[in-house]
């Protein structure tokens, strides 16, 4: 661990927002009604105000933690959140949860504490372009697969790829071009049958999830973001359709 380092995250993470989100916090449990960890298993650790404790510890205790409450803290923030925001929905103060989770996160990975999951995900995605570390010549020939396909039921269906000045960028979840073709096929009929005048990327901006944003680390979210933003600037295009 370096404590320095942890130190100047928490500094650059204690903003206004998050201060008043973590004091006006009243631990009523109204949260609790919106969390799906809370709905199946009871406990009072998933109540969704618990997640805020390591944090409020933390910064009760100045960044003066060991390993072991880094890792405990690495369980809570990453182990039982999913950064769903439904629980800010029945908060009366309106204290987003998932804001506060995803910056305990980020003081996780200024230690290098990303979870391993998380950070094969993330190595996928800068160096693939997408989290499931698909090549882009499986990428390419799924699309082909696919829309020939589609071709069979619309003779007239088009998936065209990088083309210039197209109105809209569709991007994917690559968990639908590995493992669930089908909702390619199914993207790809709505987008024609709409006569949406649309365009896929080859480049590694097709990537619409961004697991460097879930995992808290600011860099690669900002990497992988711009990807996408480079795609569309790239192409001309007025919106990018994300697919998540
Ligand atoms: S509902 Fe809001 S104020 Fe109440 S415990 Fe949850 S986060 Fe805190
Ligand atoms: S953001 Fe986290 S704590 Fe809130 S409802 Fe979703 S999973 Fe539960």
């Not at 949260?31 to 199946?40: K, L, M, P, T």
């Not at 390993?67 to 039982?80: H, I, K, P, R, S």
């Not at 896929?200 to 961004?210: A, F, R, V």
Request: charged share 20%; proline share 5%.
């Amino acid at each position: 661990m370096d404590l320095d380092i942890l130190k100047k995250a928490l500094a650059s993470r204690s903003g206004a927002r998050l201060k008043l989100w973590m004091e006006i916090c009243a631990r009523c449990g109204l949260c609790a009604q919106g969390c799906h960890f809370y709905q199946s298993d009871p406990r009072p650790e998933h109540v969704p105000a618990y997640r805020l404790k390591p944090l409020a510890e933390l910064m009760r205790r100045k960044g003066n933690v060991d390993e072991a409450f880094m890792q405990e803290l690495v369980d809570t923030v990453y182990g039982t959140c999913t950064m769903c925001q439904r629980c800010s929905m029945f908060c009366p103060h309106g204290i987003n949860i998932a804001f506060l989770v995803r910056a305990t996160r980020a003081l996780a990975v200024s230690q290098g504490m990303t979870p391993q999951g998380l950070a094969s995900g993330l190595a996928n995605a800068l160096e693939f372009g997408n989290n499931l570390g698909i090549s882009e010549e499986d990428y390419l020939e799924t699309v082909e697969w696919q829309l020939e396909e589609l071709q069979g039921e619309m003779p007239d269906a088009r998936a065209p790829m990088d083309k210039k000045g197209a109105e809209v960028l569709v991007t994917f979840h690559p968990r639908d071009i590995k493992f669930y073709p089908q909702n390619l096929y199914n993207y790809l009929k709505l987008y024609n049958a709409a006569g949406i005048d649309f365009t896929l990327t080859s480049s590694k901006g097709w990537d619409s999830t961004n697991i460097g944003l879930f995992a808290g680390d600011d860099p690669a979210a900002a990497e992988l973001a711009g990807r996408v933003v480079a795609a569309g600037e790239n192409l001309g295009v007025k919106t990018i359709l994300s697919a998540e």
